[in-house]
C-alpha cells in the first residue's frame, strides 16, 4: 500500500510592495479571521510599523492590543501566550524582524490561533516559514510554530531600515548552498529525510541572488524587493520540508554557538555568512565565490568585520556540533588545529 502523506502549509496572502503597510488590515479581512488583533514587537519595529498597524486595526474597529517583547527566549513567548490568553485574542500579528516574528509565530502555534508576518527589515528567511529558533541553554532549538496566513512587506520600510539588516537577510540566504549540501550528505550518511523539491528551491533562491550580487544597493528600494522575494522563497523552502534543513547547516550551528558565548555582538545573517564561507571551505566547493558574493553585497567575510574575536570563532566552530542533534560536515567535531587551519585559509582570520 501506499502510505506517504505531505502536509505543506504556505501562506494564502504574500503582499510585497512599497506603501503595503496601509493594506495590513485589508489583507487580514481577506482571510476571514475573527476576534481582537495581538500585534507581537520589538521596541524599533514598534516605533516604525507596530503603532501604525495597530492604529489601523483601531480605525477598522478591530480593538488591537500590543506586546512587546525584548529578546527570542521561550519566556518571551510565554509572555505573548499570556498577553493573548488575557484579551482573547483572535490571531497574532508579528511586526518586526526575526525576534518579534519568531516569537509571535511560536505563541500563535501554542495558541492554536492564526498569523500574519509583517517584517520590518530584509534580515532573515524565517519571514515565511513554519519554523521558530530559539535558545535554551547550552541548546538551540528550531521549533514547529504556526506559518503565517499572510505577509505584508513593505518595500518602503525595508528600505529604509539599516543596510546592515538587508545585507544580513543576503547573506541568510547565500547560506543555503551549504545548508542543502549538509542535508544531503546527512541524507548520504545517516538517511536524513530529504526533500528533492525543497532543496532545489532553496539552491535556486540562493543562486539567483548570487547572480544579482551586482545590483544589490544600499539606497535601491529594488534591492529590499528582491532580497525580501528571496527571503520568502526561502522560507517557502523550509514549509515544504516541514524543517529547517534547506536554510540551516552547520553555518547556523557556528551562527547559534556564537549567540551563545557573545550575545549580540553580530546579526544572525552576518554570523551564518562567516559560516558558510568556512563550511563550503569543508565540503571542498567554491568558497571564494562564496566570499566573493558576501563582499559584493557588502556582508562581513572576516572576524574582525563582524567584530568577535578570532579565538571565539574558532571555539565556536570546534564546539558547533554540540548545539543541535542535526549532522553536518561539522561530523562530530573540528579539532582546534584543523579549525585554525579552515579559519586562516580562507582568510576569516
Ligand atoms: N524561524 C526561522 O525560520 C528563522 C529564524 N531566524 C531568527 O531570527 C533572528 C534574526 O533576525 P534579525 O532580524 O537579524 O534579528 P532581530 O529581530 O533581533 O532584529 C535585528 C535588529 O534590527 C532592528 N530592527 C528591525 N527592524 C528595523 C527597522 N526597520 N529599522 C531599524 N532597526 C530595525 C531590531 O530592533 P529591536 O532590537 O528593537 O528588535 C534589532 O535590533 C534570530 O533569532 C534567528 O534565529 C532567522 C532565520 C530563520
Ligand atoms: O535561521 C534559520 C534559517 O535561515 C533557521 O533556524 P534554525 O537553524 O534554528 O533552524
Ligand atoms: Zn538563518
Known amino acids: ?113 492564526g498569523f500574519v508576518s509583517v517584517p520590518t527589515a530584509a534580515s532573515h528567511d524565517g519571514i515565511v516559514s513554519g519554523r521558530g529558533s530559539v535558545p535554551e541553554g547550552d541548546t538551540r532549538h528550531s521549533v514547529a510554530a504556526e506559518p503565517p496566513l499572510a505577509v505584508i512587506a513593505d518595500t518602503e520600510i525595508l528600505a529604509d531600515a539599516p543596510w546592515e539588516l538587508t545585507t544580513a537577510g543576503c547573506a541568510d540566504i547565500i547560506s543555503n548552498y551549504t545548508a542543502t549540501k549538509d542535508w544531503r550528505l546527512a541524507n548520504r550518511l545517516q538517511n536524513v529525510e530529504y526533500h528533492h523539491y525543497a532543496a532545489a528551491l532553496a539552491e535556486m533562491t540562493a543562486e539567483m541572488l548570487v547572480e544579482e550580487a551586482d545590483s544589490i544597493k544600499q539606497g535601491l528600494e529594488e534591492s529590499a524587493w528582491a532580497v525580501v522575494k528571496a527571503l520568502v522563497s526561502s522560507g517557502v523552502a523550509m514549509s515544504i520540508a516541514d524543517s529547517s534543513r534547506p536554510a540551516s547547516g552547520a553555518e547556523h550551528l557556528f551562527s547559534h554557538q556564537l549567540d551563545r558565548m557573545v550575545p549580540d555582538a553580530a546579526l544572525h545573517g552576518h554570523q551564518v555568512g562567516i559560516g558558510t564561507i568556512v563550511a563550503e571551505y569543508l565540503h571542498g566547493g567554491n568558497w571564494r565565490g562564496v566570499r566573493d558574493a558576501l563582499a559584493t553585497i557588502g556582508a562581513p567575510t572576516t572576524a574582525a568585520e563582524l567584530g568577535i574575536e578570532e579565538e571565539t570563532v574558532v571555539t565556536a566552530l570546534t564546539s558547533a556540533h554540540e548545539i543541535r542533534d542535526r549532522y553536518t560536515i561539522l561530523g562530530n567535531g573540528m579539532s582546534e588545529a584543523a579549525a585554525y587551519e579552515a579559519v586562516e585559509t580562507t582568510g576569516v582570520i
Open 1 to 113: 500500500m501506499f502510505d506517504k502523506s505531505t502536509w505543506i502549509r504556505l501562506p494564502r496572502n504574500v503582499v510585497v510592495g512599497h506603501g503595503v503597510l496601509d493594506r495590513t488590515v485589508e489583507a487580514v479581512s481577506e482571510l476571514h479571521l475573527h476576534g481582537r488583533p495581538l500585534v507581537v514587537t520589538s521596541p524599533t519595529p514598534r516605533q516604525v510599523a507596530a503603532e501604525q498597524v495597530a492604529a489601523d486595526f483601531e480605525e477598522a474597529g478591530e480593538d488591537p492590543a500590543v506586546v512587546e517583547i525584548g529578546e527570542a527566549s521561550f519566556e518571551s513567548v510565554q509572555r505573548v501566550i499570556g498577553a493573548a490568553e488575557e484579551i482573547d485574542a483572535g490571531y497574532l500579528v508579528g511586526v518586526g524582524g526575526g525576534k518579534a516574528i519568531d516569537i509571535a509565530k511560536m505563541a500563535s502555534h501554542d495558541l492554536g490561533r
